[in-house]
């Protein structure tokens, strides 16, 4: 057991302790985390992870979402090889470049161009900075709740960060159309911007999809007010459709943000926009020391390659639905009301009466321990490695944390 | 020639004009460099590099420093396969985020922790909220003209950037002590750190190391206003001295930032700091999705003890005096003058009388085509892979270059 006081992980712990403040940073932070899940992994395949002693999970999280094809997918990692064979971080980008831009183009269908970057937070304060280019004006307006990623702007904290850093920020509720309309007004015709995640996915609440009324309206806002629509398209991109997470709506971006899925856990980040803000997207000026490294791109072309052959999109939709189906069995025979909600792909469960997530926790920690890793407040992704055995494998530890939950409450 | 219209270089650039905004973005761009530069690269091996046209240089940038061992150092690139072959991107930290945290306390002098990121602008955000956090304070002191990265607190662009995201950072001017301590009064009370380059490598300027009396001056003044010292090593770190650049000067930073060389050129970020800081890095909230990469850990752990084993600094700073003795006594014997400045390891060599350039372009476009990748305004890399022979190549390519500028000036 990871919490075993004298397992790899806890030596771990606690040499980490000693040279990282707080013993980690983060969203992977172990304590954001029942007791009992391990802080350091050691291996990944498919979509089985091992933590550093030995503990083999059915991996419900993906790390968090990079993960689409599986751990360890041998074309991707072919990809890389072969790239890496010749070289990556070099003087200039290699023709794997323009390739991904052309794939990207190709797919997404408001994308006329994209630019590369390395962190989902890079692509949306690109993305805010070239609709300030593009429009002349200031105010960007978000979600409130919604995450864009940590910097000063959009960090969920509040914690070394000034109010300057977040003066032309204005917020609204998701799919609240009058919300949006008071928060568009509010900015006195100074709007640069609309930033908006696929769906909301919130952490600790039930996700939402975009209504498509507030879809439309988002759109008309940004039309009349000539500003920019931003598509925060980090955490959903890649797992709900394959041409941008709002094709099914109709409604198309000026400008989408792109990570974590794009390269399969490799480092990548991308803005796509459409010829509106081409030229304000050339005039900015952005920039990193590994944002053509060669690698992550070729990697990225093998994953969106890889993702349309498999089927990806299918598969993850048929085995989110095959899990949610069987955590609703599972809660009912035990007499427990879950609140499961947004795609399937992204699967997000929630015990009813549970305001602390006490539930939750109580039924992760055990489903752990019977090899499941679920997450008891963040939404979790599928991969398309995920078969019906290895559903069926999460599910059976479900059914340990339900009789947990069951036996406490 | 990579400028021929027929050139695969070209073709390249073509497509990357319809699918890229201005056909390429930031420093990598080609349109910074003289006119027959290629914009794509192909291979990098040691200290060579070919384009896409198979044409050969030394180069002399190292992709702008990351590469400081040489392109695709052989222990490095066994680390990273070693890693990837177990999993790289997972739901947490590997066991080598430990290890290299322990290395860089170990090595780095004033260090007690360390936290990763993925870009240098990651690192500087990061150090910048820490400080922060740390002072409860606001205002962050920089150099006028440092580069601490792009994102809008710091671009050296204003375009898309808003007045209010640098409405905490103030200026001074490098090595002046009464325009420090100037802007130091005019925070009044509110001063939470004074960022500060490792020296003075500033666009197109000669380059000017720090003189003790500054850096002791910086650290006199945080220490008085318990402000946190964050020294930018992003650029020159690993390459002056191993435990950090400002330690032969006696004066030991708050929070150091690291980046480009510190994995050869795989994308990693660090942040190192003293236990006056652990407890507020430990209460902010700043990650990213590729922020734990364990392979990315693996390779800085590798190039960390590669470069002690291959005592990678004493091989570039005999390699960078060679380079410049040798430009030195070409430039005289064509009558030509030569200002070289900073620390021989990141050769910056700028033309007398040559305000618009002009010179140095000729120099390099014509070095160039003989075969060595210069800078005309930007300084330059060594690597550990650059020996005698490569040295002397660059220099019968430099020859090449001087007669040009010989015979148009």
Redesign the interface.
């Known amino acids: 057991m990871p919490s075993l006081p004298n397992s ?1 992980d806890s030596a ?1 712990r606690q ?2 302790a ?5 013993g ?5 932070h ?1 304590a954001r985390l029942p007791e009992g899940y ?8 498919g979509c089985r ?2 933590d ?1 002693d030995g503990n083999e999970y059915v ?1 419900l ?1 993906c ?5 689409v094809l599986g ?2 997918h041998p074309r991707v ?1 072919e990809a ?2 072969r790239q ?12 794997v ?2 390739e991904l ?2 794939k ?2 190709a797919t997404i269908a408001h994308a ?4 590369f970057q ?5 692509a949306t ?1 690109t993305a ?6 593009g429009t002349g004006r ?1 105010k960007i307006l978000a979600a409130r709740g919604s995450y864009h990623g ?4 959009c ?3 509040l ?4 109010a ?2 977040r ?2 920020i204005q917020h609204f509720d998701y799919n609240d159309v009058a919300s949006l309309e008071a928060a568009v007004d509010a900015t006195k015709g100074d709007l640069a911007g609309i930033i908006v995640a696929a769906f909301r996915h919130d952490l600790g609440r039930d996700q939402e999809l975009p209504s498509p009324e507030f879809a439309r309206r988002v759109r008309q806002l940004c039309d009349a007010a000539d500003a920019a629509l931003i598509l925060d398209d ?1 955490r959903a991109g890649f797992r709900l459709h394959p041409a941008g997470s709002w094709e099914p709506l109709g409604v198309r971006p000026d400008l989408s943000c792109w ?2 899925a794009i390269a399969n ?3 990548l980040a991308a803005v796509t ?1 459409n010829d509106r803000f ?16 060669a690698s ?1 791109m070729a990697a990225a072309l093998a994953t969106l390659e890889a993702m349309e052959e498999e089927g990806a999109i299918a598969r993850m939709t048929a085995m989110g639905q095959r899990l949610r189906d069987g955590l609703a069995a599972l809660a009912a025979e035990n007499g427990i009301v879950l609140r499961q909600t947004g795609p399937v792909q992204m699967p997000m469960v929630l015990f009813a009466d549970d305001p602390d997530f006490a539930k939750g926790e109580r039924f992760c920690a055990a489903a752990l321990r019977a090899g499941a ?1 679920f997450h008891p407040r963040h939404n979790m992704f599928l991969s398309a490695a995920h078969r019906e055995a290895d559903i069926d494998r999460a599910l059976e530890a479900a059914a340990v944390g339900f009789a947990a939950v069951r036996r406490t409450g």
């Not at 980690?24 to 992977?28: A, I, S, T, V």
């Not at 030229?279 to 990193?288: K, N, Q, R, Y």
């Open positions: 790899v771990l040499r980490a000693r040279v990282v403040p707080g980690m940073w983060g969203h992977l172990a391990p802080q350091f992994f050691a291996r990944g395949e992870l091992w550093v991996d999280m790390s968090w979402g990079p993960i751990h360890r990692e890389v090889r890496a064979a010749e070289g990556s971080c070099m003087n200039g980008p290699g023709a470049m323009v831009a052309e990207l183009v006329d161009w994209a630019m390395k962190n989902g937070g890079d304060t805010v900075t070239i609709a300030r280019a200031r940590s910097m000063p702007w960090s969920p904290s914690v070394g960060v000034t300057e850093d003066a032309h980090v990570s974590k856990g490799h480092p926009g081409r030229e304000a997207a050339s005039t900015i000026f952005v920039t990193g020391s590994f944002w053509c490294e992550a890793f």
